[in-house]
Every structure is written in C-alpha cells, then in structure tokens.
C-alpha cells in the first residue's frame, strides 16, 4: 500500500498544551473528543498511559523527563490537562474497589499528586495543570455516557 495525505505544518513545534489520558481503547475517542471540546484545539501533544495519572505517580523518575520534557522544555507547554476515568484497567477496574465513591475517591487523591510530582520537577515553568475524572453514568433509556468532572 502507498499512502500519501495532505497535512498542514505550521511554521514550528511551538505548543501550549500537554493531555494526559489513559489508552482505554473502548473510552479513548471519547477521551479526546472530551479534550479538544474543553481545550478548544486539536493541536496539543496526546499522552496516552495505562491509568493517565498511575504511571506520572509510580515512575516520576522516568515518565516525567521521557514525555514531558519534550513538550515542556523544547516546545513551551504550560498547560497541562490530566484525565483519569472509572473503571479503569490499569487500577484493577470496578472490582478493584469496595464502591465507587472509593474508587473516585481515589483517583482524586491520584490525580492530585500527579499534578503535585509535575509541578516539583518544574518549578520554574509555573504550570497550569487542570484535573478531571471521567465517571460512568446512565441516560434515561440506558446508555452509557461519560461525565467528566473537574477535580480540584
Ligand atoms: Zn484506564
């Protein structure tokens, strides 16, 4: 097969925004769809780990200078969106948990030393880190939807 698609390059790698999300495939393109709806772009650097928040809290060490530096330090991001969500693989799912609001619980508590070990190995940048947790919930026939919750 060759392939050959148009693209659009602006002039430089300059940009402002880093999403961290989880690579849950039967929630990802809601993930990111959810991001460019909130950051108003398409254009920021996608990080996807297993557990969006777990790997920035268990590596530190490795995972900040492997994919933040990058966006960080060569292409000037600041703004930084975290997103863990319910049941995810990575912590074990649902029955990982006694209930969900244990389980939500926890992911806040995630989600904020994320963001604590970022802004530690930044100092100097003055990052603006937003947090978020995708629950699962149920419309009137049913369906699921995604709510996505800021956590502060
Ligand atoms: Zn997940």
């Not at 969106?81 to 948990?97: M, N, Q, R």
């Amino acid at each position: 097969m060759q392939l050959k698609l148009p693209i659009d390059l602006p002039k430089d790698h300059k940009n402002d925004i880093i999403a961290v999300g989880c690579f849950d495939w039967r929630m990802r393109s809601r993930f990111m769809l959810f991001f460019e709806i909130y950051l108003r772009t398409t254009a920021f650097f996608p990080l996807d780990f297993p557990g969006g928040s777990k790997l920035i809290n268990e590596y530190p060490e490795f995972i900040i200078p492997t994919f933040f530096s990058t966006p960080i330090e060569k292409c000037g991001s600041k703004r930084i969106v975290i997103l863990d969500h319910e049941d995810c693989l990575a912590w074990g799912g649902f029955s990982a948990f006694e209930n969900r609001e244990i389980e939500k619980e926890f992911h806040y508590n995630q989600l904020r030393m994320a963001k604590e070990k970022l802004i530690a190995a930044y100092p100097k940048e003055k990052l603006d880190i937003k947090l978020f947790y995708a629950q699962i919930i149920k419309d009137k026939r049913g369906k699921s939807l995604l709510e996505f919750l800021r956590v502060r």
